[in-house]
């Protein structure tokens, strides 16, 4: 069946890189999302690549994805205290009549100065 | 810019009350959904409605029912509470329910914390 892993937690060093991982099972993923979800707070959609594409950046973030392996990774340039939060992998996929999405269980980046 | 408005944001409820949560889009979405989850685990989905008029159920949704009462507001019902309901449910909404080869994202709500007691 359809699962979705990351790590749960990741601890950075404010102004370094975070890399954030996630690797999933169905091969008939059309699109991998990173939501970011903040305390109190709902899922903020922060990038989505779609499954032919290798990369994706978008300012401070950078997506890879190696489609072999289902490894999906985010990328954080200059990681600020702001970034700290629970970052969720999610893969969709048609299933019956809408698109269906699987999440991560998150992983939760400390950003410490 | 309001977007996705869940009420109450917090609820205590005791073993077989019943309860409806609210949700609301203001950004003339055609799909909505109800999510719950849990620690440790990934969003699940409960209910899905594609369009104004359909519900369908998604991966767990035994306890549950939902009314998608029109285009902007669908709620959830828990007709008799049990403390395995206890979660933080979140509703979303999206242009289309998206199948096909470029599906949007979904928009998430701030969430209900719901404990049963």
């Known amino acids: 069946g359809e699962d979705v892993e990351q790590s749960l937690f990741l601890s950075v060093r404010e102004g370094d890189s975070s890399v954030i991982n996630c690797t999933y099972t169905d091969s008939s993923s059309t699109y991998l999302y990173w939501y970011k979800q903040e305390p109190g707070a709902g899922l903020q959609l922060l990038t989505y690549i779609f499954s032919n594409m290798d990369m994706k950046q978008d300012q401070r973030l950078t997506v890879l994805l190696n489609k072999k392996d289902k490894h999906l990774s985010l990328r954080i340039a200059d990681t600020q205290t702001g970034d700290s939060a629970i970052y969720f992998c999610a893969e969709s996929f048609p299933w019956g009549g809408y698109n269906k999405l699987i999440f991560g269980a998150g992983t939760r980046l400390a950003v410490h100065p | 810019n309001a977007g996705v408005t869940q009420t109450p944001k917090f609820q205590v409820l005791k073993t077989g009350q019943s309860m409806t949560l609210q949700c609301a889009q203001d950004m003339n979405h055609n799909s909505m959904y109800w999510y719950r989850q849990d620690p440790g685990m990934g969003l699940r989905l409960i209910y899905y409605?594609?369009?104004?008029?359909?519900?369908d159920k998604g991966e767990v949704p035994n306890g549950y029912n939902v009314s998608r009462l029109n285009k902007r507001e669908f709620s959830l019902r828990l007709e008799s509470a049990a403390p395995s309901q206890t979660s933080v449910y979140f509703c979303a909404s999206s242009p289309t329910s998206g199948t096909g080869t470029n599906p949007p994202p979904q928009h998430f709500g701030d969430g209900t914390r719901l404990s049963i007691l």
């Open positions: 409605s594609a369009s104004e008029g359909t519900t």
